[in-house]
């Protein structure tokens, strides 16, 4: 019994804090602050991947998108930065441009609430996924192993363009 | 092959790891100053013609001093002398302007003060006491050549006669001790037995000088105990 | 095309490798240095009017402090100027002494230059090796003059006190001892391929630039032009002792630092000539107390310093202090190609450009 | 001896479950036991670190080093952190506040963190992770952030530069210090690093795995921000880059961090390459010491002894030389283990 509890209430606590990262990146005022609270956010994400026993993807989620990605958005913020740092990520002053967010935030919610709601899920109960590395290693390189090459050529495409648009500052 | 120079390097300062250090532990261990090494510079009034060829040649300002004429002279006597450290650039100009050698480096290097008024030297000469030179004349001269160190005359004296003595004993002494002993062959005897032995030779001749009847009643000890091993040694 | 923002860095004036008070406004795109500002004057002393209010001989511990990497090198270049503006003649032995001690000192600002290029680059223990074997020079100073660095051992027609006994014996074993320590730095510094790769073709200063900007010593050897005062104008004994001027090919960080080393090597060849040579006698020439060089005279007189060409523009108006003393001092002059040389590089490249025009700020703002 | 931590965490436990607690507690208070000692044994651990680093550069350097207070002036480091606690904590009036304040004292929880999977002797480990490596590997990744934190936070160019120049320099050889445990993993073929120590049973990676022994070690040096890759804090260049503005405490706790990353990459690789805890005559944990502490002088050795590199070359190195040696390295194991495997082994 205890164990459970103790199991819900770290699940609380670490939903918590993400909802509130989560929240914070949205309300803050400096997008550097932002993107920092994007971090917590994904570090909260893998915390919870953690807690549901799947700790390799827990781990990824904190490689990838923690450490890697999340430093990619910072420098891109700062390289077009302009001004002062604490006004950066001002509210949209036009009236309209906030309806008309509003109004795609609640319909993307009730879809999403919907889809979950009427979806029948299969249920997982009291089975854990002893070598989840070793699958997820079969799966990638085996049954899946095109769609990963071909989303590795895509990724060194991506690397090799955005080195020719660097590169280019210098021919100038 | 890239990589040789880091691992030469390497090899240097592993090299050096293992040796002695080179540094000196410097408030206990002093550094050894070479003798010509200018640490603070000082004054002798003493020498002092207050000729002021020092203040001449003192790129700095460093020294200055006061003057009072002296009665029925053309002659200046020195009140003061001011050497303000601070601003000195240990150049030794003034030093080899000084034609008395009254200012002069010595080796002290720990000049460091507190306050910045401290290391301003200052020095006064004793007042001046008019004393008769003889025939009539009057002769200034500093209070304290009148007042001959006594104490210093004595232990100077007393070290003379030290040596004398201590000479004179490793030569023999015979005559000397006779005065301490009864007879000629005990003079004899302890003279052969002083001339041998360092140790006891220094302490009979410090006797001598200091303590006439201690120094007696030691040299017939030392008779009577040379006497018996002499004895014990011939019936061996 | 991505356009970039530059910014300014203001590499000093406190700064851990600017060698004193130096200030370099570097205009940056990145890493990248698009131009750089230097800006001197922070250890001014205003040591060229202070010589107008001292006589003759009371400016030598002065000029001592102008370079006080190397301070026999600005002292020989004022008392000669003094020298050559009143026609006083140094006795023979004194003049040998300059040399030794000269080209001691400039031994010793070499080593500097080698430890300081290295703790700037990073490699602490190399600036600590080389200021372990200076201390043996500092203490033959401290012998012969009493001071260890800022030693105002010349004087107007010689020097201030012959050599001490002690002198000759440690001279003769620092010689001896010279190479292995030029093997060490080499073994641990420049054999170093992280400094190689930091110091080849960084801060390239091609002769032609070097001759127009007025760049002298070692720096300008560096880019290949074969020039020494000691030998192409030549002052003192200079002429008779034999020494080759070792020179470079690109100009660069690395070039400069090789000549320097190799000029180690050629002043330790010097003293050796100068010690076998030397005769003995008198030390110092006989030099009226009060100098009062004739009215008008004006006198430029040139040494080659550890840093370049030193030279002492004196203007005499007939009384015992001079009327103007200009310095022309070979740092400010180098510091001048900083921007040149810096242009296009990276900043951690401003570094080694600092250290290998090894500027000496006392000198530099005077 | 051997089980000696070991025996005595049974005992707590047992004990504290026959005092009527359920034992999922005393688990926990025996792993917030083992955090606390794990913690408290990091700092000390650093006072000793920083005494021995400065006492080997005096070495190397024809110095004593510290030597006045203590014997052979041990407790030097001691009256050094008893100065930082004590001065004042200046927060720049122009800096980002609350970032500022936070970045000394994540870098140091995620520096402690590490340890959690570290097998400090034989079932020694906190959590007996089966992912560790990656554990590892993804937790220093987080580093970079505090480190970006910490030059942004500081509203200061220097410290942005060096923020700047420790993000690149350690997101690019994070690539090789995977790639060069890979090989490893492959050798073991498990994550976990308790029973890559037991691989080793037979023969140490090192003689294996010589040349991503030597990457990891490129790479883990670059990783630390050591000599002669300490581009954040490259005193000579950028003052001390990101730490520039950073005083007393809060500038502690980045030195307590570095230390504390220095002798987790140096136990990882005492792990991975020299058989963890195996040895003869002594027990696991007292190896473990052992060879910790040879692999960070060989650290402080380089730091003393190297130039720092440029920029562009500690880039260039990384993804020219490092990643792939690495690279070759891995496939050259994976034919070797395919070869060995045909041949029957």
Redo the contacts between chains.
Sequence with gaps: MSLMIINDLVFVLIASITLLSALGMVLSRNIVHSALALILTFIGVAALFFNLGAAFLGLVQILVYAGAISVLIIFAIMLVMHGEAHKTNRFNPSLGTHLWGGYIAAVMTIGLVAAIWFSELPEVKGRTVEDAVGLLAGLLLGNYVIAFEAAAVLLLLAVVGAIILARGVEEQ | MIGKGLLKGLGITLKHGVEKPKTIQYPEQRPYLQERFRGCLEFDYKNCIVCGMCTKACPNNVLSFETAPIEGSKKKRLVSYTIDLQYCMFCNLCVEACPTNTLFFVHDFELSTYRRDEIKKVYIPPALTQVDAGGGQAELIPQDALEPDREAEAEAKRLKQLQAMKTALSKGGQKVLAKYVDTEEDAAVLANLLQADEKKRDKMAALIVDDKEKARKVAQAFVAKERKTQAGGEEK | MIETETYTINIGPQHPSTHGGLHVEAIMDGEEVKDAIVHVGYVHRSVEKIAESRTYAQFVPYASRLDYLASHLPTLGYVQAVEKLAGIIVPERAEYIRVIVSELSRIASHMIFVGSLAIDLGATTGMVYCFRDRERIMDMFEMSSGQRMIASYMRLGGISADLPESFYPAVESFINDLPGMIAEYHGLISGNEILQERCKDVGILSAQDAVAYGVTGPNLRASGVDYDLRRDDPYGIYPRFEFRVPTGQNGDSWDRFMVRIEEMEQSGRIIKQALRDMPSGEIQAKVPRILKPEKGREVYHRVESSKGELGFHLVSDGSDKPYRVHVRAPSFINLMVLPLICRGGKLQDVITNIATLDPVLGESDR | MEHLFTNIAQILTSWMVSLGL?P??AD?ILLIGQWTIIVVIVTLNVIVLVWLERK?????????GP?RLGPFGAFQTIADAMKLLTKEDIIPSQA?R??FMTAPMLFIVIAVMLYAVLPLGQGMEVVD???GL??F???G??S??CL??AG?GSNN??SL?GAM?S?AQM?SY?IPLAFSLLGVVMLAGS?NLSEIVTAQNRYWFILLQPVAFLTYFIAATAELNR??F?MPE????L?AGAYTEYTGMRWALFFLAEYTNLVAVSALAATLFFGGGQGPWLPSWLWIIIKTYLIMLVFM??K??????????LMSFSWKVLIPVSLANILITGLGIEFFRGMGW
């Excluded at chain 4, 080997?56 to 004593?64: D, M, P, T, V």
């Excluded at chain 4, 003393?304 to 590199?309: G, K, V």
């Design positions: 359920p999922i507690w926990l080997i550069s005096g070495f190397i350097q024809e110095r004593l030597n980002d609350w970032i992770l089966n992912v990656f554990y590997i993804s937790l990744s987080l970079t952030i970006l934190m942004w160019k220097w530069l120049r993000v997101i994070e994550l000599g002669p300490d490259a005193e000579q260049e003052t050795w380089m003393w002894t190297f130039p720092r590199i440029r920029m562009d070359h």
